[in-house]
């Protein structure tokens, strides 16, 4: 049995300089997308749309949800790398941060927290979520960033290229699949990283469990994301 996993990177905002990003809402603009993406998220038929605690994801995903007649909720956890303290700057300016942040995961590049602790934390949630939705299909909207950290290691790419592409909304199908061993699954510990919580050799999409009497975590209780889709640019 499988599990698929869209995630959706909300749509375009109204930019408000001296505002912080996590508080902008939707513009206009991203309003109208909102129907287009609704109409690429339908053919993947998801049980229930969730969304960050963002109001740009909130807009998006009330709109798609209303729009796909589904389920809506929230969920914490879910939003954007934190970035309290950054200050608003020029799109080259910010590029050149985003790629110092993939580049060095481990350390403080701007914001309040590292790609490694986003990751953790988000992949933390989208667990969560999952395990209190059982579905065959959930949509979850949140943020290019924190996306683009859980993408990048299912899917062993390059993180940086990859966030520029996506567009304002874009969407990433992903399938869990359940190995031989497998039983379960469970949240990741806050510590150690879950990237390294893995048998050698495996994708992060491998995260691991150890069950009980296990003498090798990485054999025991093991699901796999798949990368299966992905739409950059929804207009």
Known sequence: MTQKLVLI???????????????????????????????????????????????KAIETGRLVAKQVNIPFETAAGLHEHERTG??????ERFQAQVAAFFQEPDQLVFGSETADHARRRFYKAVTTVLAAHPLDTVAI??????????????????????????????????????????????????????????????????????????SDPGRSNVR??????VEENIC
């Open 86 to 91: 950054a200050t608003f700057t020029t799109p």
């Open 141 to 214: 909207v949140a943020h290019g960033t924190v996306i683009t950290l859980f993408v990048s290691q299912v899917a062993s790419m390059d993180p940086f290229p990859f966030w520029r592409r996506l567009g304002l909304p874009a969407l990433a199908v992903l399938e869990r699949e359940k190995t031989q061993c497998a039983d379960a699954v469970t949240a990741p510990r806050d510590e150690p990283d879950p990237g390294r919580e893995r048998g050698s050799g495996d994708p992060l999409g491998a995260i691991v469990d150890s069950g009980p009497g296990s």
């Open 224 to 229: 796999r994301w798949k990368l299966l889709a």
């Open 9 to 55: 990177r909300h749509s375009m905002p109204n930019i408000v300089p001296g505002v912080p990003a996590h508080q902008w809402r939707l513009s206009k603009e991203g309003r109208e997308r909102c129907k287009t993406l609704a109409s690429r998220l339908a053919p993947w038929q998801p049980g229930i749309v969730v969304a960050s605690l963002e109001p």
